[in-house]
């Protein structure tokens, strides 16, 4: 279906024709419209075309506005101050540009198929480590940011770069072969479940005993280091091993993302350990390229503008004095392997915003290899830290970090009281998997909510809350609008452009349709909080709409239809901005 234009673009085309028709030595110059309190929309175009054209703003506007022909859009068009344009739009005009939005299955969102291929680094545990607080922001930025950029076109390729390698695997594996039914199951059987707790208490416990034995026992400590040589060897009883860590882990890593209500796939899974065998290639390119020198013995890559407390600069570490190799030897020959084989157009990683040095030093050197070009970009979506309601980064009372599904968990028994003081005819089974969709719902929104380069404070008393900016809030203003239409018996949404609007129905209407170069705007800027504002706007408009207007008992059958149309294009828009950001709008609460 072709794209549904807004009215916003209709009404800067009208702008757009006047000023050439008036002002021909204008060129194409931009009516620079917004929204606008005083009016549908402002123009502030024509002062600063005024300056270029050395005459009066006033006189201009006024020429502009004489030559833009009576129609069906522009209600009208009062020239204000020093030259500004306060433009109203017709009722007709709303209604019609809604229901032709009301008509496009994607509600007006541009769909680019030729946008190209955008690789997103995002959720990254590591494995054998339990997943804590600080791993929520970069799953659920990073699911958003796939849901959108999908829905706009992209052809995205999801990757998860967990902590699959590294010396803390010579350890553990020692221990297993020393002591062999560590990871066993207690629910081991034919077709037996384990769960992620069980998985995670296994690894928790090998992990804590290996660790006490690594640090107490000189003999062990000496054979796990062996064994690290044998693992980066490929030994093959070694990396079955290892193998083993790896997917006891999944099994916990995926009980959580579940709980998260996430989809994350084995086949986009690709952690440290998927470029091993690009690392020494990698060195050597550099080295050749002269985009990496020796020093002491390492490999490294300099900048000019990136010095320690001493003064001296501060290299990128590719390739260690002693052979082995670092983060940087790994996310360069990810990029490699992202650009080369996955034809990645863009590369998006969603990591913590204390690493952006390093990602700056790593893309750069990837630009001065050649691996990223004008073709080819990357971007660090970098999010802040979480924290407590003190304002201190988040901890447990006893000063330990927060373990992510105990958090999720008591999001989860929050809402699930909510939903309980509310329900009406619900059933046990009904208020529990409620209670899920709004706690996990209030978390992501929490996050989502707040532009990712700042800290946000968790807080699970007002994430839960019914009232405020809150997916909670957004969540009872769609059920209530699936209510409303389940009552409406014989009457069905209809359009009716001949009607006068309210003020409050032209203001939720005008609102509704932005919402197709909303999406656009979070796509392209990475800012899922620009799309997260936008629908607590929208439900706050709704809100004060169903306050002022009666739907069903409005003053006659066509009004009656009208607001119904209104009350089903602002659910629609609930319901596919909240799937854009993870977040489920259950029909009843």
């Not at 209604?95 to 190209?116: E, M």
């Not at 034919?190 to 804590?208: P, Q, T």
């Not at 490999?299 to 983060?327: M, R």
């Amino acid at each position: 279906m072709a794209s549904v234009p807004s009215l916003a673009s209709t009404v800067q085309q009208r702008l757009a024709d006047g000023l050439s028709a008036a002002l021909p030595d204008a060129g194409s110059a931009d009516p620079l419209l917004r929204r606008s309190d005083r009016a549908d929309f402002q123009a502030n175009g024509i002062l600063a075309l005024a300056k270029r054209l050395k005459g009066n703003p006033r006189e201009l506007a006024t020429q502009v506005v004489a030559a833009i022909p009576e129609n069906d859009v522009l209600k009208e068009i009062e020239v204000s101050g020093p030259g500004f344009l306060n433009i109203t739009v017709t009722d007709e005009a709303i209604v019609r540009t809604l229901a032709a939005r009301a008509a496009d299955s994607r509600l007006g969102v541009p769909f680019n198929p030729s946008a190209g291929t955008t690789v997103i680094d995002y959720a990254q545990p590591n494995v054998a480590k339990e997943m804590h607080v600080g791993h929520l922001r970069s799953a659920v930025i990073g699911a958003a940011m796939v849901e959108i950029l999908e829905f706009t076109g992209e052809t995205v390729v999801r990757r998860h770069h967990i902590g699959d390698w590294g010396t803390q695997f010579g350890m553990l594996i020692q221990f297993l072969i020393e002591h062999p039914h560590e990871l066993d199951h207690a629910a081991d059987g034919e077709g037996a479940e384990v769960s992620g707790e069980e998985a995670m208490s296994n690894l928790n416990r090998l992990y804590k005993a290996s660790r006490a034995l690594f640090d107490s026992d000189e003999e062990f400590k000496a054979r796990a280091r062996a064994r690290v040589v044998d693992l980066q060897a490929g030994d093959e009883e070694t990396l079955a091993l290892w193998q083993r860590f790896v997917d006891e882990s999944k099994i916990y890593f995926y009980s959580v993302f579940d709980k998260l209500d996430m989809d994350i796939r084995d086949v986009d899974v690709v952690g440290e350990s998927g470029y091993n065998d690009m690392l020494q290639e990698t060195c050597a390119l550099l080295e050749e390229s002269g985009v990496a020198v020796r020093s002491e013995g390492a490999l490294c890559v300099f900048f000019d503008d990136v010095k320690g407390p001493d003064g001296n600069p501060t290299p990128l570490i590719v390739q260690k004095s002693d052979g082995g190799f670092g983060y940087a030897a790994t996310d360069l020959s990810a990029i490699r392997d992202r650009v080369g084989n996955l034809k990645a157009s863009t590369l998006l990683y969603v990591v913590d915003a204390r690493q952006s040095l390093h990602f700056k030093m790593v893309f750069e050197t990837a630009r001065r290899a050649g691996w990223l070009n004008d073709e080819v970009k990357a971007v660090q979506l970098a999010f802040g830290t979480v924290l407590g309601k003190d304002g201190k980064p988040f901890k447990t009372r006893e000063g330990e970090t927060v373990r992510l599904v105990d958090l999720l968990d008591e999001a989860i028994d929050r809402a699930s009281a909510v939903v309980r003081e509310k329900a009406q005819d619900l059933s046990e089974a009904e208020i529990a998997e409620r209670g899920a969709q709004v706690g996990i719902g209030a978390v992501k929104y929490a996050d989502l909510s707040t532009s990712a380069a700042r800290d946000y404070k968790f807080d699970l008393d007002q994430m839960v809350s019914l009232n405020g900016d809150t997916s909670v809030y957004l969540q009872y203003a769609y059920a209530r609008i699936q209510s409303i239409l389940r009552k409406a018996g014989d009457a069905k949404p209809a359009a009716h452009p001949e009607l006068t609007l309210a003020p409050s129905e032209r203001a939720l209407g005008l609102h509704l349709d932005s919402f197709g170069e909303l999406v656009q705007e979070t796509a392209a800027e990475y800012a899922p909080h620009k799309l997260a504002a936008y629908l607590y706007q929208v439900a706050s408009l709704y809100t004060t709409f169903y306050s002022e207007c009666p739907v069903l008992k409005a003053d006659t059958p066509e009004q009656v239809e009208n607001r119904l149309f209104l009350c089903d294009l602002t659910a629609r828009t609930l319901h596919q901005g909240m799937a854009l950001l993870g977040i489920r709008t259950p029909e009843r609460l």
